[in-house]
Structures are given as structure tokens and as C-alpha cells.
């Protein structure tokens, strides 16, 4: 018989922690303790609490689990880049990387297990949506970087696999809990949501008054070529999404968007491109981080070559905007999001293969 499966002790919020002490009746201020001890300082050894109430141990202990997913592959790449594949709970695979930048390590967290929005580019979304990840399995992303670093990311963004904005719940509760003051206390500015362009989401965003960053893959600047590899811009066309960025960027005067810009040769990659995302980028005060295609198997669009990529570039910047290229860190081991979850269940396929060939 399977044992039944306990909550995730990291589902667990400040204002949950608070009930359950509440409910037991002892203070309030062993909730500030576990806070502390698991999501500051990454330790799970509730029992070493000093003056920790037995009934409450017993409680977490009983009722709730700590367990963390399995590492099933870590790539690293020379710059130190590492590509982590996590085992779910219920055997779903998804992909964190930790990426070193001069003073701070960053996590690129998933949001799900697959994705429905289906951009044309990205290979995660050639599998469809399996389901969201929880809050909890988020922070566990977190907690298994604590354990393979020794110190948690002090910047993340949720740009692994999956649409952030069309798992929200989950996604705020997460954002809430890594900035929360008692917990890793992250500042919002180094929270970021990366989305496809939900816009009725970013409203909400707006509304909830969402403590984190926002960045936009905006990939296009013209529904006709949007329309084409963005099937979401159907739904939520171009104006629909410049009218909601507009209103984020005025409504939160110190907030920013950053764009995101996919290159893919021959689709948008001219010069009246690059000038129309200036007056975008321009509009909107954004930074641009240009992200060359990084190609994968089966995939019908080409990376341009380097020359196109710095020409967009420097126009861009020649014109006041702060673009940045983005080379995939690490390109030796990480092509486009997805690529090592593929990889991984390729190798395992092609073993199963021989398994039954010599069988
Ligand atoms: N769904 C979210 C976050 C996940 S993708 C979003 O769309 O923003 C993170 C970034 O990687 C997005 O900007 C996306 O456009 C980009 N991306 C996806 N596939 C890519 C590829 N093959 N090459 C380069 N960038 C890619």
C-alpha cells in the first residue's frame, strides 16, 4: 500500500504557520522561528529550535513533510552555469539553473511542467502543459539551490519552463513568500515574472500590488509577425499588451519592464524591427535583453548570425536604449529552456530501447 503522501511542509506561508499556532494553541513567535530556520537559513532541523514547543514539532513532524526533489542531472558549463533536473514528487521532471553574474547568483525557476501557450521558438512548449508546479515545489527549486550552493540565489526569475502568469496563484504565493522579511527577504526588484503577454494577468498583477519585477517577452512588434510565432497575441493582441505595460510602468513610477526580444533570423530581425522596438522600449523607459535563438532539434527557425545580432543591437543602443545580448549562459550545456529535461528523457528512452533489444 502507498503511504499517503504529507504536504509540503513548504506550502507553508507566515500567515499559515500563524494559524497552526494559533490552532495549538502556543505563541505566535515559534512561527518567526521556522521561518527562520527553513527559509532563511535553509535547515530543516526543526528539533534544534531553542525553546521550540514539543507540540508543534510533534505537529510539523506528523503532518507535514520536508522532503526535497531529487537531483537527476546537473550540467555545468565553464562559467560555472549549472543546469539542475529535479525529480517532482510524482516523477515530473523540471529544470532551475543557477547562473553565476558578477556579485549574485541568480535561479531561473519553472513554473510548470510543460507549457500551453505554444510559442513557436521554444521548446518546452512542443510537449503542452502537464500542470502547474505548486508554491511549495517553487520553493523547493529554492531550497535544493540552498543545498547545492550552500547560500540561496539572491535573484530570480521565473523564466525556466512554463507561463508564470497562467499558473498565478501559485506564482504569488511563491513571489510573496521569497520576499517576505522573515523569510529570504529578497528585494521585489530581484524578483522577476517573465511572461508571453497574459494581459488580463498583469492587470491582476497591478491590482494585488504583486511584490516583484516584470518582464515581458514581447518577441515581435507587429501582430502580423507576433500573430505568427506567439499564438497567445491572438488573444491579447500588441495594443492590448503596450496599453497594459503602459499602465504598470505609470502606475509604479519606480517600476520597469524589461523586454524581452527573441531573434529569430528572417522573421524579426530587420532594421524597421529594431526601429519599432526602439520606440517601444523607448516609451516604456525598458531595458531590451536580446536573446539569440537557440536552436533545437525539429526546430524551423535559425539563430541570424552574429553580425545581425550586433547590428541590432547597437542600433538600439545608438538610439538610447540599453540593449543587452543575452547568450544563453553556458550555450555548451544549455540550448533553449527545455533542453536538458529533453536530453535526459532521450538518453532514458534510447536505453529502454536496447534494454529490449537484448532482451
Ligand atoms: N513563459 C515565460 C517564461 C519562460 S521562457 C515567457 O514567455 O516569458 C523565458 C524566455 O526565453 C522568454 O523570453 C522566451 O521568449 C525565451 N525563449 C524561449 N525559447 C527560446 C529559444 N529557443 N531561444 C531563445 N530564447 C527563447
Not at 549549472?82 to 519553472?110: F, G, H, Y
Amino acid at each position: 500500500m502507498h503511504k499517503p503522501i504529507k504536504p509540503s511542509l513548504f506550502s507553508l506561508d507566515y500567515q499559515d504557520l500563524i494559524q497552526i499556532c494559533d490552532e495549538l494553541d502556543v505563541s505566535p513567535v515559534h512561527a518567526k522561528k521556522v521561518m527562520g530556520k527553513v527559509f532563511r537559513y535553509g535547515a530543516f532541523d526543526l528539533e534544534n529550535i531553542p525553546d521550540f514547543p514539543k507540540k508543534l514539532l510533534h505537529w510539523l513532524q506528523e503532518n507535514t513533510s520536508l522532503d526535497l526533489p531529487e537531483i537527476i542531472a546537473n550540467q555545468q558549463a565553464e562559467d560555472s552555469t549549472q543546469k539542475l533536473l529535479m525529480r517532482m514528487a510524482d516523477n515530473k521532471d523540471v529544470e532551475s539553473v543557477l547562473i553565476p553574474a558578477e556579485n549574485r547568483m541568480t535561479q531561473c525557476i519553472s513554473s510548470q511542467v510543460g507549457c500551453a501557450i505554444g510559442c513557436e521558438f521554444c521548446l518546452t512548449a512542443t510537449a503542452g502543459l502537464t500542470r502547474n508546479l505548486t508554491a511549495a515545489e517553487m520553493m523547493q527549486q529554492v531550497l535544493v539551490a540552498h543545498r547545492t550552493l550552500g547560500y540561496f540565489p539572491r535573484n530570480i526569475v521565473m523564466m525556466g519552463m512554463g507561463e508564470p502568469l497562467h499558473n498565478y496563484e501559485h506564482v504569488a504565493k511563491f513571489v510573496r513568500m521569497v520576499t517576505h522579511e522573515l523569510s529570504m527577504a529578497l528585494s521585489p526588484r530581484r524578483v522577476t515574472i517573465s511572461t508571453a503577454g497574459l494581459v488580463p494577468a498583469i492587470y491582476r498583477m497591478l491590482d494585488d500590488d504583486l511584490p516583484c519585477s516584470l518582464a515581458v517577452s514581447l518577441n515581435a512588434t507587429t501582430n502580423e509577425v507576433r500573430n505568427k510565432i506567439m499564438p497567445i497575441n491572438q488573444k491579447y493582441p500588441l495594443e492590448d499588451l503596450l496599453e497594459v505595460m503602459k499602465k504598470y510602468v505609470g502606475q509604479r513610477s519606480k517600476k520597469r519592464i524589461l523586454i524581452e526580444y527573441v531573434l529569430l533570423a528572417g522573421i524579426n530581425d530587420t532594421m524597421d524591427d529594431a526601429k519599432r522596438l526602439r520606440d517601444i522600449a523607448l516609451s516604456l523607459g525598458s531595458t531590451v535583453n536580446i536573446l539569440p535563438f537557440n536552436p533545437f532539434m525539429g526546430s524551423r527557425f535559425t539563430r541570424p548570425s552574429d553580425e545581425v545580432i550586433d547590428m541590432f543591437r547597437n542600433y538600439l543602443n545608438d538610439a538610447g536604449v540599453v540593449a543587452v545580448v543575452r547568450i544563453s549562459k553556458g550555450r555548451e550545456i544549455s540550448a533553449a529552456c527545455g533542453q536538458l529535461k529533453t536530453e535526459v528523457n532521450q538518453r532514458a528512452a534510447n536505453l529502454k530501447l536496447q534494454r529490449s533489444k537484448t532482451s
